[in-house]
């Protein structure tokens, strides 16, 4: 497999650059923004005191991605208002994507955080100190390989040779894996440009790239704006699920506002159900994609919050044998030992 940027398995390193994180799982990474929306400290001030819980210190650090129902947790404030009854204040940080707000949890930045099904696998192979908390439904359509309008590839087996822009790490990595696998093809017979949504849309739109694997609404706002193709989702070989997590000293130590933290996200996922025009107006300008596209992507899921079963754990850890023997992993991993054992308790916040 050719790529741009050097597969390391090195170990883990974090560089702070103003409110900047840049890590590595120990596997080769993107230099990606983390923005601190503080309402306490700041998230250099989070990393630098390591992994010891800030609740402790009154402050429950939640990392949040802007295509994610969390960010209207944050908007509503009910978390933030339940929360400061008992002494608490949180902080909002935002990352570009999973790998990025894994790194900065594997660096004891965040205590609760969410992505797509592959950070977590990169993650737990670098031991990064997670529980998997809870999961969003199934949503297959919710990823793509896209093609410029005109391109020549209009199937994946026509991608052998080509270059395909993704965030390394994220669940369209492993989409993608499968998807070459099912054309009877590999990962060493295209290259991989590793790029953020936003440096790959531009990449894509420049035609510096053949093909983008992205994720929804980024997915919905490219096919809108530049027509792009869809050759190939999630469909047959994903359920592409959204998880939930927790760091583990954070769960044993603070049990009950890992409750409220569940709860907030179920009062969520349930305004965004009844009300998904509106989270489509108050995402447009922070994600500068068009309110149509946020809309389109947005009602084609169902939202709210599920346990970690036992099918589920067995999916990802096929994710996580994938990776393995594909080398994208050093070693192996028991997703098993990672999940919150914990049952949920909701209730409605303020």
């Known amino acids: ?134 999961h969003e439904p199934a949503d297959p359509k919710g990823e793509a390989i896209l093609v410029p309008p005109n391109s020549p590839i209009h199937t994946v087996k026509d991608l052998k040779g080509k270059t395909i822009a993704l965030n390394k790490g994220s669940n369209v990595e492993y989409m993608l894996v499968q998807q070459l696998k099912k054309a009877g093809l590999t990962i060493h017979d295209v290259t991989l440009d590793f790029l953020t949504p936003p440096n790959a849309r531009a990449a894509f739109e420049g035609g510096k790239v053949d093909a983008w694997a992205i994720w929804d609404p980024y997915e919905a706002s490219a096919e809108n704006t530049m027509h792009a193709r869809a050759i190939a989702d999630g469909t047959g070989v994903t359920n592409n699920y959204q998880f939930y997590y927790v760091t583990r000293s954070f769960a044993q130590q603070h049990p009950d506002i890992v409750q409220d933290y569940l709860s907030g996200l179920e009062q969520a996922d349930e305004w965004v159900n009844q009300h998904k025009l509106d989270t489509a107006k108050l995402l447009a300008p922070q994600m500068d994609i068009d309110v149509t596209s946020l809309y389109q992507s947005f009602a084609k899921h169902r939202f709210g919050i599920e346990p970690i079963t036992k099918d589920i754990v067995a999916e990802q850890q096929s994710i996580a044998n994938e990776f393995y023997q594909l080398g994208l992993i050093p070693n192996p991993i028991r997703v098993q030992d990672d999940v919150w054992q914990g049952t949920f308790h909701l209730h409605k916040l303020p």
């Open 1 to 134: 497999m050719k790529r741009r940027d050097a597969f390391l398995i090195s170990t883990f390193a974090v560089v702070l650059a103003g409110a900047g994180i840049s890590a590595g799982f120990g596997h080769a990474q993107n230099r990606a923004g983390a923005t601190a929306h503080t309402q306490a400290t700041s998230l250099g001030e989070g990393v630098s005191k390591g992994a010891a819980s800030t609740a402790n210190r009154g402050v429950v650090r939640i990392g949040y991605q802007l295509d994610g129902t969390d960010i209207i947790l944050k908007a509503k404030k009910w978390l933030d208002e339940d929360l400061q009854k008992k002494g608490y204040r949180v902080q909002w940080i935002q990352f570009v994507g999973g790998p990025q707000l894994l790194q900065a949890m594997n660096a004891g930045a965040i205590d609760f955080g969410e992505t797509g099904d592959a950070p977590p696998i990169f993650a737990q192979a670098a031991g990064t100190p997670l529980l998997y908390l809870a």
